[in-house]
């Protein structure tokens, strides 16, 4: 007991004396070593000093680390003005103030600004995608706007390019916008190839095999969600990584019939904005570099019964649009 008496007077007149610890630690092990030589029974000693030099080790290995951390905020790319905007992404240790850069300089396309397209385009301008486009020859209807939550009543008639538009600036005034009033067909290889990732969010077959070409032609990942009724799916297309490109596990068209769109089979309100908004998030993740992002695997989400589960899908070494030979080069 008397030892123990020892050691906190030790720890007390240090900390009280504001005596350097190395040498408040040191008198601490030179008395533990004293009680040690003198007593009874030392593996009791022997246990509770091992104990105590590992709470000491985690501590200090915690201190080097936060010593270590560079804080945030110093990252040079994010404007002053913009840093208060992203807080809550700067602090994530996955995405700190690097993966906020890297947001900033992305380039994104994302097809189709319907029920998928909506939640994908107001949260990759609030987390501060830099350059977004936004392609769709669509116009705002009434019938949109029970899960479109992009447009607003007054924009009924317009482009839905141009509202969607505004509806990004309003809430992220430091993100850049371009519009396409039009579709994206394979011929836009090009207009692919200029940025770092492609979101599909279109709803019929034949747009999605148009935009899965033009982004295996160009090597660009596809982020793809689709939804009917209360079930969606996601993935992420991306032949270059060695995950399948949709040609490889939906190489056919579905019999007339068999995959009715959202306006023939209905669709749930918020069924878009869970799976556009899981689209963003994998966007986030590609982009900044951090986590898994579900290549190989896709996601199937019910509504209906609130399940969720993922399953794994493989590349075709001999898919028509992605086999060997049908990658630009460079
Ligand atoms: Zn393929």
């Known amino acids: 007991m008397i030892w123990l008496i ?3 007077a030790l720890l007390v007149a240090g900390r009280l004396l ?8 040191a008198g601490v092990a ?17 246990v509770g000093g091992v104990v105590a030099a590992l709470v000491l080790a985690y501590g200090a290995g915690l201190r080097h680390l936060h010593r270590k951390a560079r804080p945030v905020a110093e990252s040079p790319t994010i404007p002053d003005a913009e840093i208060d ?13 690097p993966g906020q850069a890297a947001l900033k300089r992305a380039r994104v396309l994302v097809v189709g600004a319907g029920g998928l397209g909506a939640p994908v385009l107001l949260y990759l301008a609030a987390a501060g995608v830099g350059r977004i486009t936004v392609a769709d020859d669509d116009r705002v209807s009434l019938s949109n706007l029970q899960r479109q939550v992009i447009f607003a009543a007054r924009d009924e008639g317009r482009p839905k390019v ?3 538009r505004d509806a990004m600036l309003a809430l992220n005034p430091h993100v850049q916008v371009q519009t396409l009033d039009r579709r994206i067909g394979p011929e836009d290889t090009d207009l692919i190839a200029q940025h770092d990732l492609v979101i599909d969010g279109t709803d019929t077959f034949a747009a999605r095999q148009a935009v899965n070409a033009a982004c295996v032609a160009a090597g660009v990942p596809l982020v793809a969600g689709s939804i009917a009724q209360w079930e969606g799916q996601l993935t992420v297309w991306d032949p270059r990584r060695d995950a399948p490109c949709m040609a490889c596990i939906f190489p056919d068209a579905p019999a007339p019939g068999l995959a009715p769109s959202c306006a023939e089979a209905g669709v749930v309100g918020p069924l878009p904005g869970i799976l556009g908004s899981m689209m963003a998030l994998e966007a986030i993740k590609l982009i900044a570099g951090t986590g898994e992002a579900l290549r190989g695997r896709m996601m199937i989400f019910d ?7 993922t399953v ?16 630009r080069q460079g």
């Open 6 to 8: 020892l050691m906190a």
């Open 312 to 327: 794994k899908i493989r590349r075709r070494v001999d898919c028509p649009v992605c086999g060997s030979g049908h990658f």
């Open 30 to 46: 030179l008395v533990w070593l004293a009680a040690l030589s003198v007593a009874r029974d030392p593996r009791l000693w022997l």
């Open 18 to 25: 504001h005596w350097p610890a190395r040498y408040v630690w």
């Open 162 to 164: 141009e509202a969607a």
């Open 303 to 309: 509504g209906l019964y609130g399940e969720n589960r």
């Open 85 to 97: 905007r992203y807080a809550r992404h700067i602090v994530l240790r996955e995405l700190g103030g």
